[in-house]
Each structure stands twice: as structure tokens, then as C-alpha cells.
């Protein structure tokens, strides 16, 4: 069955401290993605990626960086983690119209 | 940019009951974007409920259906009668060609009281 995990599924980071959210995926899709989440908002393009080793930007690119090693693996960056970057992070891989995503990672910067 | 409005929440509605969510979209970049309801239970990520590519057709699943109205530009979910299995959040999104990239909602929560 296919499958996108995430990890941790919750993390709490201090501010100036690096992040790293990792997502595996075992759909052997092409395309990955990261949004994120916040109240009041619906899910927004962080970075996104269609063959291992490039990254492309979404539309909230800024105090991010996405990593590719593999087909499989997709991992998001916060070199500098702050206050503003609290919220939940989706993973997914998609098929022509469908995305699938993980569980979500709660991230809270105090 | 592409934007999508839909119902804020939370919805509460009795087991048996009717529930409609209001989707209206706004697409700068394509004429009839691709439509889809995605739905996210506790615990799990998001899930494709349903999605219609072409306007003017019906899209359903699980009981759930959807219009999508290039006219009125929506796309509003509507079920006959929830079970309290459908407690839940939903998102309206758009999609450009073959989705690759997603406009989301802010998402619907629904409670639904047995």
C-alpha cells in the first residue's frame, strides 16, 4: 500500500536552532512536496522536488531549504529556526492527480 | 494568485443529518483548473476524497458529491446523511493541469454528534 511517513511527528525547537523534518515515501512517485500549515490558513508550497538530488521553491520558500538524496527521501531544513515557523508540516508524493500525504509533523519554535 | 474560500468551522451536525461545505475558487493562472476535496481524519494525513478534472461534471465518493460550476466558480461538497465517521476536516483545493501544484482552502472541521 502506498505510503508517505514522516518524522518526528512533533518536535519543539529553540529559536536559532536548526530543524530538520525528514519524509520518506514507498509510492516510487517522482514528485515530493512539503507545505505547511497554520491556523487560519489553508496548506502552503514550501518546496517541492520531481527527481532526486534537484529541489525546486514553492511559494514560501524563505528560511527553508529542501533536500532530495533519493527517490525516496525528502527532507525539509530550518538552518534558523524562529518564532514565525511554528506550525504543522505536510509531506506528499504525488501520481498524475492525486497527492498523498503524511501525518503531519507539529512543529513548535519557542 | 489562485485562492480557494471555503466554509469556516467548525460545521456540527447530528448523525442522519444534512451537510453542505461551500468551495468558491478564483484561478489566475488556468481557465478551468482541476478541482479536488481532500479530507483529513484524526491522526492522519490528508486523503483525496474526490476530484473532477473537467467542468460542469459531478465528482463522489464515500456518499460525498461535488459540482464543479465554472460558472459560479464552486465546488461545494454535500453529503445526505453523515455518519459520525465523517467527523473530519475537508479541503477544497485547486490544481493546475495535472496538479502539480495544489491552492488549498483554510479547511472545514466537521463534528457530527451521534
Known amino acids: 500500500e502506498a505510503a508517505v511517513t514522516q518524522s518526528p511527528r512533533s518536535k519543539v525547537a529553540v529559536t536559532g536552532g536548526k530543524v530538520t523534518l525528514s519524509c520518506h515515501q514507498t509510492n516510487n512517485h517522482d514528485y515530493m512536496y512539503w507545505y505547511r500549515q497554520d491556523t487560519g490558513h489553508g496548506l502552503r508550497l514550501i518546496h517541492y522536488?520531481?527527481?532526486?538530488?534537484?529541489?525546486e521553491k514553492g511559494d514560501i520558500p524563505d528560511g527553508y531549504k529542501a533536500s532530495r538524496p533519493s527517490q525516496e527521501n525528502f527532507s525539509l531544513i530550518l538552518e534558523l529556526a524562529s518564532l514565525s515557523q511554528t506550525a504543522v508540516y505536510f509531506c506528499?508524493?504525488?501520481?498524475?492527480?492525486?497527492?498523498?500525504f503524511g501525518p503531519g509533523t507539529r512543529l513548535t519554535v519557542l | 494568485g489562485d485562492s480557494v474560500t471555503q466554509t469556516e468551522g467548525p460545521v456540527t451536525v447530528s448523525e442522519s443529518e444534512s451537510l453542505i461545505i461551500n468551495c468558491t475558487y478564483s484561478a489566475t493562472s488556468i481557465a478551468y483548473p482541476n478541482l479536488f476535496w481532500y479530507v483529513r481524519y484524526p491522526g492522519e494525513g490528508l486523503q483525496l476524497l474526490l476530484k473532477v478534472i473537467t467542468a460542469g461534471q459531478k465528482g463522489s465518493s464515500r456518499g460525498f458529491e461535488a459540482t464543479y460550476n465554472k460558472e459560479t466558480t464552486s465546488f461545494h461538497l454535500q453529503k445526505a446523511s453523515v455518519q459520525e465517521s465523517d467527523s473530519a476536516v475537508y479541503y477544497c483545493a485547486l490544481g493546475e493541469g495535472a496538479g502539480n501544484k495544489l491552492t488549498f482552502g483554510i479547511g472545514t472541521r466537521v463534528l457530527v454528534r451521534p
Open positions: 506528499a508524493s504525488r501520481t498524475t492527480y492525486e497527492q498523498y
Open positions: 522536488s520531481y527527481v532526486a538530488d534537484s529541489t
